[in-house]
Nanobody
Framework: QVQLQESGPGLVKPSETLSLTCTVS??????????WGWIRQPPGKEPEWMGA???????YYNPSLKSRTSISRDTSKNQFTLQLSSVAPRDTAVYYC?????????WGQGTQVTVSS
């Protein structure tokens, strides 16, 4: 059973870069046909897909966030990372990492990130 766990700071200041890591157990991030992604849900709003990385390391981004988003991975640690630059209060949300081959079948528990000075 694949398990995902997000980690990172819960409070980030405006204009800084948010960095979150997803640690995966019970499966490999290099497994063919599986995609590993980040989704966030701001308070009172619908979930928003941010981007993903596939087994070969190819990345995919939401066009609305592409200029500020970077997803990378460390295969030796079985982790993938989200970086979001120039954050603002509007980036306050619960951030989830997830995986799946047809839809997001496995999710982390989510981590609250607040952008505030």
């Amino acid at each position: 059973q694949v398990q995902l766990q997000e980690s990172g700071p819960g409070l980030v200041k405006p204009s800084e870069t948010l960095s979150l890591t997803c640690t995966v157990s019970g499966g490999s991030i290099t497994t063919n046909s599986v995609v590993w992604g980040w989704i966030r849900q701001p308070p009172g709003k619908e979930p928003e897909w941010m981007g993903a990385i596939d087994a070969s390391g190819t990345t995919y981004y939401n066009p609305s966030l592409k200029s500020r988003t970077s997803i990378s991975r460390d295969t030796s640690k079985n982790q993938f990372t989200l970086q979001l630059s120039s954050v603002a209060p509007r980036d306050t949300a619960v951030y989830y990492c997830a995986s799946g081959s047809q839809g997001w079948s496995h999710w982390g528990q989510g981590t609250q990130v607040t952008v505030s000075s």
